[in-house]
């Protein structure tokens, strides 16, 4: 009896199910958050979804809001399983969402497509597809603050400010995956025109925990500089077999997702001198961060395990996401005079966010980042980052901003958006004056 | 009662052969397509129907594909996932060279691609067995991956090594790409896997699928009643990889409409394998449940504290939901170590005499 009851039970939640009333925001601002807080990526998952979840919340708590409408942030588990990710998209979508942030490569590519028929903005901040930032070909797609490639191009200028990169040889260690593939095509010709060697160290996805073969590798390329492109259990073990085979770690320049206080915790006092890329600003000292610690953290409005993880890299990477997804909610209401409203305003907020310093310290972030500026055929917006370095207990920053090579990654980006729609005889793409 | 079939006579042979020789599952099943054709595209939400019914579809097709070997043949398989992603990029690398030529026919043809595959990755079944050949497909998932990542060619040298689904139309209609909808998807997913599982019940109960059941059962006694093990083994191999290619197509260009390599990892083979033990090895019903039991259900857990209103955060249900499935599953393989399709079974011989069980026989 107890099965048939449990199937009864079953079919009765399958036919329940169907007719999940749809929740329409109408008077509020829906932005879902897809976010990893399990799964073998959730330690970088919980800082950013933390961070972002935070500043949207503290906009409710002091302002009441954006221009007096509330935000509601909504979560769904993905597990950086882009078959999850999908799903929550479909489970959110009709709610009203404004735009989607997935964190994840693969959650984007399935979602890029996906943007202009549903009238949805993708807002990958500094990941997915570079050739999103060709605003002509990719409407509904935004990469701010920076690509994969503007990012390589950064990090090869500060190498070739610190004693030169002509004839050096520089080792390119990634996961091989979509992520670490994408930089590849830059690097090549880049190593042409500056007049550098590459040398290519792939880490299979299984592998992330087991790089030994790699870096004995390593030692007999014995490169002048390594890159890194990883994430999750990558970089620590990375940091770790590097310090192991002495490889100088101030010669060690991780991207921005493989430069947090996750991946360098464990390793601690051996990490010391590892660089990474960075566009987010370090710690907590700013007016902003300190109004996210006043009024959401101290009333145990936030899910931040430790008041002091408020103003990590990641948390204030998901923060700046947060805070680029309300600047673009504040243009929108202000161009189309709505209180609510939609994803295609959303689109047209995204497309002309405008970040100068002084915004940046209106809204409480003085020198939090760069200048980012969108415009209808840039859905880049500047791509300035920064060098940080491990100092055996925390991130310093080391570097000003540091602008990408764009006579040179712009044409190969634009390049790339072509070769992408070129097979796609129904893409939507618009036209810029 | 409800299950007797006193007063259904055969008159035929062809009667007697019937797939369904029983009127009450004739009745069950058109009431299922029924439903399956028309209410649901009818009544159901988009999200029912693109985040939980075409999933459902799709791994039922790649379970009665690992059904077909490792159910019916015997032989286990630990490669679906690269199985699936051989059909989805041979799909792919298709459609690029003929666009013209109607999607759904490329991924029917495309299934072609993994049964060659399987066939080779097959061969060492016939000198070994059990875990050892599962360690064999083990090397073709690797194996496989290896290439999807490696071999530039087949995601037509993406930067980002992935494919992209571009927009297919029938009559004018787009049934790939982003712009198809949900329903017209589903139609098209239900439709083939319908037909296959058809053309699958029909292959096993044939010649066919007694041979592979032999080569499961005992295959020096298949052998010595002139079952050539040769031919019985790699068909399956052929027909399983086959069900599996065509599956993973259709979980490319219908469903997701983009694929990295992560797509078809080692964790999708597990999870269809698990979808065959737990709805029941050797049972074309227990795909479907099985497919149910591991997609579904926790779709229908995650939805349960919104609908009562529990404001829970979603990691939270997250773990909750692996909980709750993890202990169902311990209970079930407790309860009925044959599978969920045993117990459909079961229930129908108590139906049959239900409600006098005393009065049988």
């Not at chain 1, 959650?107 to 002509?136: C, H, N, R």
Request: with cysteine; charged share 15%; hydrophobic share 45%.
């Amino acid at each position: 009896m107890t099965n048939r009851t449990f199937t009864a039970l079953a079919a009765a939640l399958v036919v329940a199910s169907c007719w999940i009333p749809v929740a329409q925001a109408q008077d509020s601002l829906y932005i879902p958050s897809l976010t990893y807080r399990t799964g073998p990526f959730s330690g970088g998952g919980t800082p950013f979804a933390d961070g972002y979840a935070d500043y949207l919340n503290m906009l409710n708590e002091r302002d009441g809001g954006i221009n007096g409408v509330k935000i509601i942030v909504e979560e769904c588990e993905t597990a950086y399983n882009s078959q999850k990710g999908v799903e929550c998209y479909e489970a959110t979508k009709d709610k009203g969402a404004l735009a989607y942030s997935p964190l994840s490569t693969g959650i984007t590519l399935a979602l890029v497509p996906k943007a202009p028929i549903d009238k949805i903005p993708v807002f990958s901040m500094g990941y997915g597809l570079s050739a999103a930032a060709a605003g002509e070909k990719f409407p509904w797609t935004f990469v701010y603050p920076a690509s994969y490639w503007s990012q390589m191009s950064s990090i090869l200028k500060y190498i070739d400010a610190n004693d030169g990169i002509r004839g050096k040889k520089i080792g390119f260690i990634y996961l091989d995956a979509a992520y670490g593939l994408e930089p590849i095509p830059l690097l090549d010709q880049l190593s042409e025109s500056m007049g550098f060697t590459v040398a290519k160290f792939p880490v299979g996805v299984k592998e992330m925990q087991n790089q030994s073969s790699q870096w004995l590798n390593v030692r007999k390329e014995s490169p002048d500089w390594m890159i890194m492109w990883g994430w999750g259990a990558m970089n620590p073990t990375a940091i770790r077999e590097a310090a192991k085979i002495r490889f100088p770690l101030d010669r060690f320049i991780g991207n921005w997702w493989a430069g947090s206080h996750n991946d360098l915790k464990g390793v601690g006092e051996a990490g010391k001198g590892y660089l990474a890329a960075n566009f987010s600003g370090l710690g907590q000292e700013y007016p902003a961060l300190q109004d996210v610690l006043a009024h959401v953290v101290d009333k145990g409005l936030s899910k931040v395990s430790a008041r002091e993880d408020v103003g990590n890299v990641l948390y204030n990477r998901g923060l700046f996401n947060a805070v680029v997804l309300a600047e673009a909610v504040r243009i929108a209401q202000d161009r189309t005079g709505k209180k609510v409203i939609s994803g295609a305003d959303m689109r047209e907020g995204l497309e002309n966010i405008d970040l100068s310093e002084e915004r940046l310290s209106e809204l409480g972030l003085p020198g939090f980042t760069g200048e980012l500026k969108g415009s209808c055929a840039d859905h880049e917006g500047g791509g300035s980052i920064f060098i940080q370095q491990w100092n055996g207990s925390d991130w310093e920053k080391v570097t000003d901003l540091i602008a990408p090579m764009s006579d040179i990654v712009r044409p190969m980006l634009e390049e790339a958006a072509e070769a992408y729609v070129s097979d796609k005889p129904d893409w939507q793409s618009q036209t810029c004056s | 009662m409800l299950y007797r079939e006193a007063g259904q006579f055969k008159t035929s042979y062809a009667a007697d052969q019937a797939l369904l020789p029983i009127l009450q599952d004739r009745i069950g099943l058109s009431l299922i397509l029924l439903v399956a054709f028309v209410g649901i595209p009818l009544l159901a939400t988009d999200f029912f129907i693109g985040s939980v019914m075409i999933p459902f579809l799709v791994f039922s097709l790649a379970a009665i594909g690992l059904n077909i070997l490792t159910g019916y043949a015997g032989q286990l398989s630990l490669g679906t996932g690269a199985f699936m992603g051989v059909g989805a990029y041979a799909c792919y690398k298709l459609t690029t060279y003929f666009p013209d030529i109607n999607i759904i026919l490329l991924i029917l043809f495309s299934g072609v691609f993994s049964a060659a595959a399987g066939v080779l990755f097959g061969l060492p079944s016939l000198r070994i067995k059990g875990l050892y050949l599962a360690i064999t497909t083990l090397a073709a998932q690797f194996f496989l991956e290896w290439c999807f990542i490696r071999i530039a060619w087949l995601y037509n040298y993406n930067d980002s090594g992935a494919i992209e689904v571009p927009t297919r139309k029938l009559l004018d209609i787009a049934i790939t790409g982003a712009s198809a909808t949900p329903v017209v998807r589903y139609l098209v997913i239900i439709s083939v896997v319908t037909l296959m599982a058809l053309v699958a019940a029909n292959v096993l109960r044939g010649r066919i699928g007694r041979s592979w059941m032999m080569i499961r059962d005992m295959d020096i006694a298949a052998e010595l009643m002139g079952i050539r093990p040769l031919r019985a083994k790699l068909s399956a191999f052929a027909f399983s990889s086959y069900y599996c290619g065509v599956a993973g197509a259709l979980m490319v260009f219908m469903w997701i409409g983009s694929a990295e390599v992560e797509s078809f990892d080692i964790n999708h083979s597990f999870l269809v394998l698990f979808m065959v033990i737990i709805g029941g090895m050797g049972s074309l019903l227990g795909c479907f449940l099985g497919a149910a039991f591991i997609w579904v259900l926790p779709i229908i857990i995650r939805a349960v504290p919104q609908l009562i209103g529990l404001d829970l955060l979603a990691a939270t249900t997250e773990h909750l939901t692996n909980i709750i499935i993890g202990v169902l599953i311990i209970f079930f393989l407790i309860v009925e170590p044959h599978g969920l399709a045993r117990l459909w079974q079961l229930g129908k011989e108590k139906l049959r005499t239900w409600p006098f069980p005393y009065a049988s026989n």
